[in-house]
């Protein structure tokens, strides 16, 4: 039996409901069409417009070296982009984004699909509702070449598969709907490591569920779950070549403790960007909605508890004792809180459901008005250059607009002339490098954080002798004493030996920051890498 049947059974309003406490004007699943298509437009337009952030220039980059895996993630979110740009010939900002985008809208329809079978129709248009404004989804997730939207999306596939088994229900087909969860959760594993805790997630609701408890007397928990585990031979392959330096990377993130046992600052920040990223009413809406399943509900909360409480604990925790955490973590924890809020809005509705139209309408018109005023700040500049001359420290800068200046000059025709190389301080700099001139210029990060730059073995490297070592400058009054760092980070590696120069990037004329142009020389071989493809894969 459907849930929905029980809820209507109980006297819980679903749909239709009654003309006076109905906050819809359309059937749910027609609403949810609209929303969902609208902001699929609106997230096109973005995705062509605002310049590559630096962890998206990072993977279109260092994917031109196809790998099992990743420094920093499992390969599916650096290989999508990678696989638009090998069919389509083009690195261009829409090119990549356009699956990320398009699993965004995707992941929506999945989550109305999901809370719709749990409580209904009504709770399902305000679960997507609230997903689809949230800042975090509308614009990371579901835009930007982060590994964040192939995760959410594979996550919402395995649980809507598993759904009905965990919920007490006997679907046709139940063995095969087990096996697909487990493809669909071995492609989330090989999308971020986050997915490890979803997996905890479901261990728990199997163990602890009479459904789930009913289900691991049968096959298909079990195959689901060695299927999913294939998954991890990607990452756990590539990290054997490599000393387990991804791994050992991500857990040093978030144990980083500066001396300090308990650190609440951080926690405090933790749960103003989740508030932020998730919209703060809703975040509290999410945490009470959590804590009030933890205690009791029906099967379909504490379904959705266990899937949502792990990561966000788990991650609230390591911002406690670390004094380095992200925000976004606790994201996949909070994608199955959405469902929850959408239950919560669902019998809000028939209480105030005009308080509830006005909430998600200042939602729907704030954080697409602030998204459109980041593109507008990032692609002119606009809300500076009336009270600047040049942009300041705190506002537009290196890391958040295209490096067009070295395409647009001579700089990029020189260095191919001298059949050159290009130097970077770090492996920021050097994905905005190297994604502006291409992947016919190689480049080579200075020690310290090359991330996967390092196991990129460009043998082009090794037998070019010019190279020019290319940094960003922010203004700034102390720029000599930059300009003497930049110098001293490349000593000893390379010897300079040509005068420095200066280029400036502006937006529409608005200058920018600086880029300071050194001529330099090997001191010293280079150090072999661990990948020994080149970019581009050919030999």
């Known amino acids: ?24 004007p359309l059937h749910p699943a027609s609403q949810m069409a609209l929303l969902v298509a609208v902001f699929l437009v609106f997230r096109i337009g973005l995705a062509s417009v605002i310049p590559l952030s630096i962890d998206e220039a990072y993977a279109v980059v260092v994917s031109r070296s196809h790998s099992l895996s990743y420094f920093d993630h499992p390969p599916i979110g650096f290989a999508i982009a990678r696989f638009m740009a090998d069919v389509f010939g083009c690195e261009c900002r829409l090119v990549v984004r356009l699956p ?77 709907r087990w096996c697909a969860a487990g493809v669909a959760l071995g492609l989330a594993l090989m999308s971020k490591y986050q997915a490890g805790l979803f997996c905890i997630s479901a261990l728990l609701v199997l163990l602890s569920t009479k459904p789930g408890q009913a289900q691991l007397r049968t096959a298909g928990p079990w195959v689901a779950g060695a299927i999913a585990a294939l998954g991890l031979l990607p990452v756990v392959i590539w990290n054997m070549d490599h000393g387990w330096i991804s791994l050992a990377f991500q857990s040093g ?20 960007g989740q508030a932020l990223y998730v919209w703060p009413p809703i975040w509290a809406v999410a945490m009470a909605c959590l804590w009030r399943g933890a205690w009791g509900g029906t099967a379909a909360d504490r379904l959705f508890v266990l899937l949502a409480a792990p990561p966000v604990v788990f991650f609230d925790l390591i911002a406690l004792v670390s004094a380095h955490s992200l925000p976004h973590w606790s994201m996949s924890g909070f994608l199955f809180a959405f469902p929850l809020v959408g239950h919560w809005c669902g019998a809000f509705s028939l209480r105030r459901p005009r308080l509830l139209v006005v909430s998600i309408v200042v939602a ?23 009270f600047f001359q040049r942009a300041s420290k705190f506002d537009v800068n290196w890391q958040l607009v295209d490096w067009s200046a070295l395409t647009d000059s001579k700089v990029a025709d020189e260095i191919r002339r001298a059949n050159g190389y290009v130097v970077a301080a770090n492996w920021m700099q050097a994905a905005k490098l190297a994604y502006e001139l291409g992947p016919d210029t190689p480049i080579e990060v200075l020690p310290g954080d090359p991330r996967h730059f390092q196991f990129m073995d460009d043998r082009r490297l090794a037998s070019q002798t ?3 070592f290319i940094g960003a400058m922010n203004f700034r009054d102390d ?34 920051f600086d880029m300071l142009i050194l001529p330099v020389t090997r001191s010293v071989p280079p150090l072999p890498a661990a990948n020994v493809q080149p970019p581009g894969g050919q030999p």
């Not at 039996?1 to 819809?24: D, K, Y």
């Not at 993130?253 to 103003?272: F, K, Y």
Request: net charge negative; glycine share 10%.
């Open 364 to 386: 729907a018109a704030v954080v697409p008005l602030l998204a459109t005023g980041f593109a507008v700040q990032a692609t002119t500049a606009a809300l500076t250059r009336p």
């Open 1 to 24: 039996m459907q849930i929905e049947e029980t809820l209507q059974g109980a006297g819980v309003a679903t749909w239709p409901a009654s003309g006076e406490a109905r906050a819809l």
């Open 479 to 512: 720029e000599a004493a930059q300009e003497k760092d930049y110098r001293d980070s490349v000593g000893g590696l390379f010897v300079v030996d040509g005068d420095a120069r200066r280029m400036t990037q502006r937006l529409s004329g608005f200058p920018v």
């Open 253 to 272: 993130r978030g144990t980083a403790n500066d001396g300090h046992l308990l650190h609440p600052g951080n926690l405090a920040v933790t749960l103003l």
């Open 466 to 468: 010019q190279g020019f």
């Open 100 to 176: 990320y985008v398009v699993l965004g809208s995707l992941s929506a329809l999945l989550l109305f699909a999901l809370t719709r079978y749990a409580y209904g129709a009504v709770a399902a248009f305000w679960a997507v509702a609230w997903y689809t404004v949230a800042p975090f989804f509308l614009i990371s997730a579901g835009h930007f070449v982060v590994p964040d939207g192939p995760l959410d999306f594979f996550l919402l596939a395995a649980a809507c598969l598993a759904a009905p088994m965990l919920l007490g229900a006997d679907p046709r087909f139940a063995f095969l």
